[in-house]
């Protein structure tokens, strides 16, 4: 006889497990069924290289919620995290470099080098900053109000909103509706006259985005990247010990202490529907698993168009998910390496681990420089001097590497997900010559580096869609653009993690509050899927 689930999970990746551990928590039978061969989605750890664990796709943490990761006990399952210090390193073509750290009072000292009047500024911005995060972090938890439908708790949320802003100083209120709406530039400009540390600090608001720095927009994306921490330091990133499947893998053994199975390989073909209600599954095999609920880790596009199919759509509804923008621009190469490269701005000893390794190595020196990356992508041009973002996390975590070895991520924009004809028919065709010309960049800042290379493993846009299903190769489920945040995320009507099939529900970073490893949507979901649960026992 088949086996029926109160709940099914389709998809493992992070947001998935965290529903899944709070839902098996609550007494549910809950099943997550997974199409890769490993948990995670794009939050894993693989070994593409012999002897190497890469973390393949996302490859630092702070925005897990801090509320999650005690309430499934991630510790106790081998949660680990290296806070990363210094911060940030930027070489620049002159020979000159900046280097932020933890410590307030040393970046000052950093960026004194280009401007003493930025070195005065830059405490105040960081408090300011921090400031405005305050107000935000509880918004991140909380399940947005219903703007089109407008029940009296949807006017009760926006009412606690409206009496939460009116408290606010005026100058923390502007500063809030500037972020929403200013580029990153413009946002700085008021702050900083030094380009070398505005570029620095402009680089969050372009990851994965979009947008270039004069893009309205993107200093919300800079913002959306300050509301985390690691060891109670806001804005602080780390190294997750066993790289980033060491988040999912403890979310996965939290799930399954608490009575979830969870199955990889198994792919979902469809979402059951009858009469306007989800059923349960129908996996690639043709096997269907029956369940009182569906909860769906995909991307909206891929959960409504390819698994729920239009039939099954109200036409305005559809329309509204075809409409969502998220198409991809970023690119990962992850390399293993023979030893450490070695920066002519900063030179060190063979085999010597200086500050400059352990962070994350910015090679973009203007914002201009990023603007032109931008430009170029626009006609489905992957830029020609892309934006590297550099990480080496074999410099605190000994256990990914052979003794003597070194792992290098690269992330890195703009490779646009589509291709204008003239450049490639696909990137299948053109990601081995294009990382040729990443490494010849970095080889510019570190001669000798290209010797170093051991092993190449390349994650195009069109990479992440196929082999991580991420629709348009967007990370983060969807941009995270002004139009599509908050309660206007997926769509307008349709932000309480409910869909208009009864008994479907979205858990995963195409809902509020968006993407990066945060957690934050499994958790709201889950709150939801639980308040409907009771009313479905009861009634």
């Known amino acids: 006889m088949p086996q029926t689930y109160d709940a099914i999970i389709v998809g493992a990746g992070h947001n998935g497990l965290v529903t899944a551990g709070y839902l098996a928590h609550a007494g549910l039978k809950t099943l997550v069924v997974e199409s890769r061969p490993v948990v995670g989605g794009a939050c894993v750890t693989e070994e593409v290289f012999p002897g190497y664990k890469v973390s393949t796709t996302s490859y630092l943490c702070s925005l897990l919620q801090e509320k999650v990761i005690k309430d499934l006990q991630l510790e106790k399952f081998g949660y680990r995290v290296y806070p990363k210090n210094p911060a940030f390193f930027s070489p620049f073509p002159d020979g000159r470099y900046l280097i932020m750290w933890s410590d307030v009072q040393k970046t000052c000292e950093e960026i004194r080098k280009f401007s003493a009047r930025d070195a005065e500024a830059y405490p105040r911005y960081e408090e300011f900053v921090d400031r405005l995060a305050r107000f935000v972090e509880p918004l991140l938890l909380e399940t947005p109000p219903d703007i089109a439908g407008r029940g009296f708790d949807d006017w009760h949320k926006l009412a606690s909103l409206g009496r939460r802003l009116m408290k606010m100083p005026a100058e923390e209120l502007v500063g809030h509706l500037r972020i929403l709406t200013q580029s990153v530039k413009d946002f700085l400009d008021p702050w900083f006259e030094s380009e070398a540390l505005k570029v620095v600090l402009a680089t969050d608001g372009v990851i994965g985005t979009n947008g270039g720095p004069y893009t309205p927009g993107t200093a919300y994306v800079l913002f959306h990247h300050c509301m985390g921490g690691v060891g109670g330091k ?125 962070t994350t190595i910015h090679i973009c020196p203007t914002l201009d420089y990023i603007e032109r990356a931008y430009d170029e992508s626009k006609y489905g041009r992957p830029s020609e001097r892309p934006m590297l973002e550099i990480t080496l996390p074999t410099t605190y975590d000994d256990s990914l590497a052979p003794e003597g ?15 204008s004809p003239e450049v490639a028919p696909s990137w299948h065709a053109l990601k081995e010559s294009y990382a040729d010309r990443v490494m010849e960049m970095i080889e510019e800042y570190a001669p000798g580096f290209k010797n170093l290379i051991l092993h190449r493993h390349i994650v195009t846009p069109l990479d992440l869609e196929e082999e991580y299903g991420m629709t348009g190769g967007n990370i983060f489920h969807g941009e995270m653009s002004v139009d599509q945040l908050f309660f206007l995320r997926p769509v307008p009507g349709w932000a309480k993690y409910r869909t208009p099939i009864r008994g479907l529900y979205l858990c995963g970073s195409g809902t509020h509050p968006g993407g990066g490893v945060m957690g934050a949507p499994g958790f709201n979901a889950a709150r939801e899927i639980l308040k409907d649960w009771k009313k479905l026992k009861r009634g």
């Not at 070895?405 to 291709?419: C, V």
């Open 234 to 358: 806001r804005g602080l990133w780390g190294f997750v010990r066993g790289g980033m499947g060491g988040i999912t893998q403890a979310l996965a053994a939290s799930a399954h202490s608490r009575g979830a199975e969870i199955r990889t390989g198994t792919p979902v073909g469809r979402v059951l529907v009858k009469s306007e209600r989800a059923t349960g599954v129908a996996l690639a095999t043709g096997e269907e698993i029956t369940a009182k609920l569906v909860v769906s880790n995909a991307d909206p596009k891929r959960t409504f168009l390819k698994l729920v199919g239009e039939k099954n759509l109200d036409s305005d509804f559809a329309s509204a998910i075809r409409s969502l923008k998220m198409e991809g621009c970023s690119m990962k190469i992850n390399l293993a390496l023979d030893g450490l490269p070695n920066f002519t701005c900063l030179p060190t000893p063979c085999g010597v681990v200086g500050a400059q390794h352990k």
């Open 405 to 419: 070895k070194h792992l290098m991520n690269i992330f890195l924009q703009y490779t646009p997900y589509s291709l």
